[in-house]
């Protein structure tokens, strides 16, 4: 069943119309004036718009081109008793599907509702293809300092070169590492990917090399590993900083002789891997602290991509803010048309510490609260609302007031998380990046926590 919208000020003929599409399954909505129409679709999800092409309030060229501000993949046909070659040369140019003549016949109008109706599906079925190749592979945006990197991505996937991807954390550091591999001599082979900051210390060396039955207690079975489960393909260690030392060292010799001995085997296996590590650490400070060994380092950043954070690449975030919503709205099944003004200068101004990621929970929490149509500035955290209270900027109290107790909760509750996440867990660097004792980070987790 398709949203269909008529718009013609002839009362009979809009009857008519809907009749007719109710009959073949549709659900018409009908709006006698051009601004009555924009009410409808900026409100409201549509399939395909149906106008004449003389309102009383407006030309119905300039409702098809706001319809195609609004939604550009949806399909309108025009209505016209006063056809002329200039007139569907226009129409065409401005984007309508087609446009029918006064009077026309009902199965000749069946016929072109349902072919714009195939072609709008058909539309958005390769537009949701491309955002889904896109968020998958990294690809979306168009930020100078993406394009850079991109394109140094295009590069490296042409050899066989060990890369190092770094970058703050929720930057997508995994999506290039995909894309990288999609686009090499490897992309047929598997791709594997182990967060070395998720696994414990005493299992991580049985998860990259694999153990043998009996080789530790809890090891039931033999296991292959990750090297091998990588083998002829390509593996991601993710937060390769968070390896530990001892292990770093049979990193490297995997590396350097391509060789693999499980966790109590004897003997060795030969793998073929292409390595791809990630961090949002400097791994050269690391070095010099001791905590990372200079030779892997050496080994791994062959070729090096760091991407640059969300706040340095502003003028993706509307691209990526669309590709959530329509990702989100689908999920959560809501009629969601688009975005408020006072939405998107909200998202343009916060500094998103959190980067794609954030961006990502910010519109998913959206449109989780939203009854449908446009998502409204209301929806967005407080946080994101008042983005001069989250750069240190002097503080605007609203109109209509809020919350202050929930805000300055919320602040905390989100530079504690945040900080963890940063620092791995470990809440000794958490405090100290957030500048206090560890005593009082202690006392302010028990207190949000209630532990």
Not at 2 to 12: Q, W, Y
Not at 348 to 360: A, S, V
Not at 368 to 377: I, K, P, Y
């Amino acid at each position: 069943m398709a949203e269909i919208l008529v718009c013609d000020d002839e009362r009979n003929l809009r009857e008519m119309l809907c009749m007719a599409l109710e009959d073949a399954g549709h659900h018409p909505v009908a709006a006698a004036s051009g601004a009555e129409a924009l009410r409808i679709l900026e409100q409201n999800p549509w399939d395909l718009l149906l106008t004449d092409l003389r309102l009383p309030d407006m030309d119905g060229l300039d409702l098809l081109r706001r319809a195609k501000e609004l939604a550009a993949e949806r399909p309108v046909l025009l209505m016209t008793a006063y056809a002329s070659a200039a007139t569907a040369v226009t129409a065409m140019k401005e984007g309508a599907f087609d446009y029918l003549e006064k009077p026309f016949a009902m199965e000749d109008f069946h016929l072109v509702v349902t072919r714009a109706l195939e072609q709008g599906t058909l539309r958005r079925e390769n537009l949701r293809l491309r955002r889904e190749v896109g968020e998958r592979e990294g690809i979306i945006g168009a930020a100078p300092a993406m394009r850079r990197v991109l394109e140094l991505a295009r590069r490296a996937a042409r050899t066989d070169a060990s890369v190092l991807i770094t970058g703050e954390s929720g930057t997508g550091k995994e999506l290039i590492a995909r894309y990288i591999h999609a686009n090499s001599v490897r992309a047929r082979g598997p791709f594997v990917a182990l967060n070395c900051a998720a696994v414990p210390e005493n299992l991580i060396e049985s998860e990259l090399f694999g153990h043998v039955k009996g080789a530790f207690t809890g090891a039931g079975s033999q296991r292959p590993g990750m090297f091998v489960e990588a083998d002829r393909g390509t593996l991601l260690l993710d937060e390769i900083g968070e390896t530990p030392l001892a292990l770093q060292a049979k990193l490297l010799r995997v590396l350097q002789e391509r060789v693999v001995r499980p966790v109590g085997g004897s003997g060795e296996r030969s793998v073929d891997v292409r390595l791809l590590a990630a961090t949002n650490r400097d791994l050269s400070v690391e070095c010099a602290a001791g905590r990372f060994r200079e030779d892997l380092l050496y080994r791994v950043d062959v070729v090096h991509l760091h991407l640059p954070p969300l706040r340095e690449r502003r003028e993706d975030i509307p691209m990526l803010a669309a590709v959530f919503l329509e990702k989100y709205a689908d999920r959560y099944g809501v009629g969601v048309t688009g975005f408020a003004p006072e939405v998107m200068e909200c998202l343009m101004r916060y500094p998103f510490p959190g980067n794609i990621r954030e961006l990502e929970n910010v519109v998913e929490g959206a449109v989780a609260l939203t009854a449908g149509g446009r998502v409204e500035v209301e929806l967005l955290p407080v946080h994101v609302r008042m983005p001069r209270m989250a750069d240190g900027s002097p503080f605007v109290l609203p109109e209509q007031g809020f919350d202050l107790d929930a805000h300055l909760a919320k602040v905390e509750a989100d530079a504690i998380g945040q900080a963890l996440e940063q620092c791995k867990g470990s809440k000794t660097r958490a405090a100290e990046l957030l500048g206090m004792s560890f005593r009082t980070f202690r006392y302010r987790m028990a207190k949000l926590t209630g532990r």
